[in-house]
């Protein structure tokens, strides 16, 4: 079991060494350039116990560990995933150096190949994503320059810098891996063999399952709210166009969007296939340098949007985002009549699934009868221990159909909402069924078959690439054959 939790731990570092790369500086040198005993340097966020240091012991600081292709693996480089899963809670206490090495030659084995099978992987795609982690850490941290400070970079240039090659790598081998494994795919016999192959004893326990389905009563905005947000963001547009105010300062002072109002509204690198809504990338690329929109309407509320930059595929914006103001006359209305809703469905006058679908203000669930969807397997399925905390307290206790209480929501403007929760189905923690659990058994049965395609796949190419792995080493037992003896 112990050795089934330290695979995971080394899967999970894939994400959590190189999106959170170069946090630290890890090791101090001499003046021989050997590591000082007992020395590490953390950033003031990270706290690392005696005990956490145990691993880390003399060596040059940037020694070569390992090379795999063109890929350099230097002893800081390992000495960093250890620190990253410090900071990130994990125990690293059962994990060695010659693990987080594994790991890392994986990952350069498979870019390796990648780039030989010619895995093309647009450098615009990369830079999107940089932008993306930049943001995320500016929100955090408060500015460029603090991000830089905090990641022991010069400049935000020479992070992002870093941050390419990273990002680069991942994506080459998530691409090769994919590749690997695209074809596998499992047949009933094969399914029904890896059940029964299964000591009984042995076999996987599934958790205790929920199916959730939910009514939502949103106060209504009135169309004299609506035009006042028009109205105002109509000024706005005429004062930036025919007085050249300044946008940038109207984001700050005005934009309700968290994500963008300290930083001027400003959004870059927005994409034809990117996240935004569909009514922002219209706007966003239908528009010149310079040219500010009419207000249009998205799901998250009113915008302007001016387009600073475009560069090829890509465009850079600022926006200005405002809410139509809910009285609290239309809020009590709201809540009188999911109260009454209640009512007649406890009394059996009508369904929970017909009272969602006559009354939902939620479109993504109403013509559903307000059945949940697990945006993570996208089934109807939730595991009570993997759901959203806010959504398993309220459903924690309630019995098959029994209608909860009415719950107080926010929506993406903060603005009040009520709802109403029923379980419609709740599985029980069991023993595998190898009937009534077919389809996760199929899902092992198939992630089983791709680990042994991944093994013989990542066997043969190690004999056919250049591999050089440091002789402090040659005592590490890798699940791969690395030292090719």
């Known amino acids: 079991m112990k050795s089934t939790q330290i695979s995971k731990l080394l899967f999970l570092l894939l994400v959590f060494t190189q999106t959170g790369v170069f946090s630290q500086e890890v090791v101090t040198v001499d003046s021989t350039g050997v590591v000082k005993n007992n020395e590490l340097l953390t950033n003031e966020n990270t706290t690392v116990s005696k005990d956490t240091l145990k691993p880390f012991k003399r060596y040059k600081a940037e020694g070569i560990s390992a090379v795999i292709g063109e890929y350099v693996i230097l002893d800081s480089d390992i000495d960093k995933s250890y620190l990253e899963l410090a900071s990130q809670g994990i125990s690293i206490e059962d994990i060695t150096r010659c693990q987080l090495l594994g790991k890392l030659m994986e990952d350069k084995l498979y870019a390796h190949h990648a780039k030989l099978d010619s895995i093309m992987v647009p450098d615009a795609e990369i830079n999107g ?196 103001d809910v009285s609290q006359g239309t809020i009590d209305i709201a809540r009188s009549k999911i109260d009454s809703l209640r009512t007649k469905i406890i009394a059996g006058d009508i369904t929970f699934a017909e009272a969602a679908r006559k009354y939902s203000t939620e479109k993504e669930t ?32 309630l019995k098959k159909d029994e209608v909860s209480t009415v719950y107080t929501d926010r929506d993406r403007a903060g603005r009040s909402m009520f709802k109403l929760l029923t379980i419609t189905n709740r599985i029980d923690e069991h023993p595998s069924d190898y009937v009534k659990d077919y389809e996760k058994i199929k899902d092992l049965a198939l992630k089983e078959k791709q680990l042994r395609a991944i093994e013989t796949w990542q066997n043969t190419k190690i004999k056919d690439t250049y591999v050089n792995v440091n002789e402090d080493y040659s005592d590490c037992s890798f699940s791969s054959n690395w030292l090719k003896k």
């Open 366 to 397: 109403r013509n559903n009868g307000g059945q949940l969807v697990n945006p993570v397997s996208f089934d109807t399925k939730f595991d009570l221990t993997k759901m959203d905390p806010t959504l398993s307290a309220q459903v924690y206790n």
């Open 129 to 324: 994503q940089i932008e993306q982690q930049i943001q995320y850490m500016v929100g955090e941290l408060g500015n460029e320059e603090k991000v830089a400070k905090y990641y022991r970079k010069n400049s935000i240039a020479e992070l992002k810098k870093d941050l390419f090659e990273v990002n680069k790598v991942l994506k080459l081998a998530s691409e090769m891996q994919r590749r690997v494994v695209e074809s596998v795919e499992v047949t009933p016999e094969e399914v029904r063999e890896f059940f029964f192959s299964i000591p009984e004893n042995d076999r996987p326990v599934f958790g205790a399952e929920l199916e959730v389905a939910q009514i939502v009563i949103e106060p209504e905005i009135t169309e004299e709210a609506k035009q006042k947000v028009l109205d105002q963001l109509n000024e706005m547009r005429i004062d930036v166009v025919e007085n050249g105010s300044s946008f940038s300062t109207k984001a700050v002072l005005y934009s309700k969007d968290p994500g963008s109002a300290s930083k001027g509204g400003l959004y870059k690198g927005i994409k034809r296939n990117g996240p935004m809504a569909k009514e922002f990338k219209d706007n966003a690329f239908s528009l010149l340098e310079g040219e500010i929109s009419e207000p249009f309407e998205t799901e998250f509320g009113y915008h302007i949007l001016y387009v600073e930059k475009i560069r090829g595929q890509e465009v850079d914006v600022r926006h200005v985002l405002l809410f139509p």
